[in-house]
DNA sequence: AACCAGGACGTGA
DNA sequence: TCACGTCATGGT
């Protein structure tokens, strides 16, 4: 077992499954989970069952880019009372109304419009799954947010990197601190097997442990236990 | 009361 | 390419 490897055990065996990518009508809480938020549904990989929910996950990719989840999920709350997490229906939403029912993200006039651009796409997909170069070619869709539509709403294993995933990996020295997005994207894909369950959960399970132990401040020393598995290996 | 949150884009060097 | 400013609200 590789390093890579041997941290995914570690995480999934103190925080177990992380039932992401959390839906708004899914009630249930993850007890374990660091924030107040629901719609997560632990050790259930079948969602997004519906074009709608695939949709919700997709543009909660996008309202929660330099944003928490707990602002995401009152958005995706407001929208939802508007009957709105659905393409054709959004796209009907005059700019004032979407932009009221996104403000608690911030950014709301270059989200909306960027809700807008994607929700175009979307439509013009018509079931089928896009692909990652597809992807980034839309405005307002960068690597993260592609990932994260590929990898929990099309279910295509493709690893996701965040801010959390730099700082976490940077810090035990894994990478260095200018490595590029693709670049730490590789050395996750390179050191497991492309399974969709354990990709999901690995980047969960990273945004779980970094919201605890990894504020943006220089100390790394809060976690000795995650540290300690380096040791030895 | 600063500081920062599950980024991406536009600009100038 | 690359560093830096911009976008904006809301929670510690």
Redesign the pocket.
């Known amino acids: 077992m590789n390093k890579i490897q041997e941290k995914y055990k570690w995480l999934h065996n103190q925080y177990g499954p992380q039932g992401?990518?959390?839906l708004v009508d899914y009630q249930g809480t993850n007890p374990t989970k660091t924030?107040?938020v629901h719609g997560y549904h632990p050790g259930n990989y079948e969602l997004p069952k519906t074009r709608d929910q695939v949709y919700e996950i997709c543009i909660?990719?996008i309202l929660?880019?330099?944003?928490?989840?707990?602002?995401v999920e009152k958005a995706l709350i407001n929208l939802k009372k508007l009957n709105a997490i659905n393409p054709e229906r959004l796209m009907k939403l005059s700019d004032e109304k979407l932009k009221n029912a996104i403000?608690?993200v911030?950014?709301?006039?270059?989200?909306a419009r960027k809700l807008r651009v994607f929700t175009g796409f979307f439509m013009s997909l018509n079931t089928k799954i896009p692909n990652r170069e597809e992807l980034l070619k839309i405005?307002?869709?960068?690597?993260?947010?592609?990932d994260?539509m590929l990898l929990y709403a099309f279910k295509v294993p493709t690893f996701v990197v965040?801010?959390?995933t730099r700082r976490i990996f940077t810090r035990l020295g894994y990478i260095n601190e200018?490595a590029?997005y693709d670049d730490i994207k590789t050395l996750f894909e390179n050191n497991l097997k492309p399974d969709l369950k354990v990709y999901q959960e690995y980047h969960a399970l990273i945004?779980e442990h970094a919201?605890r132990f990894y504020?943006?401040?220089k100390d790394n020393r809060k976690c000795l236990l995650f540290q300690e598995t380096i040791k030895g290996t």
């Open positions: 992401w990518w959390p924030g107040n909660g990719a929660t880019q330099s944003v928490g989840w707990v602002s403000k608690p911030g950014y709301f006039n270059v989200k405005w307002g869709v960068g690597p993260e947010t592609a994260s965040d801010a959390y200018k590029i945004v919201k504020g943006k401040g």
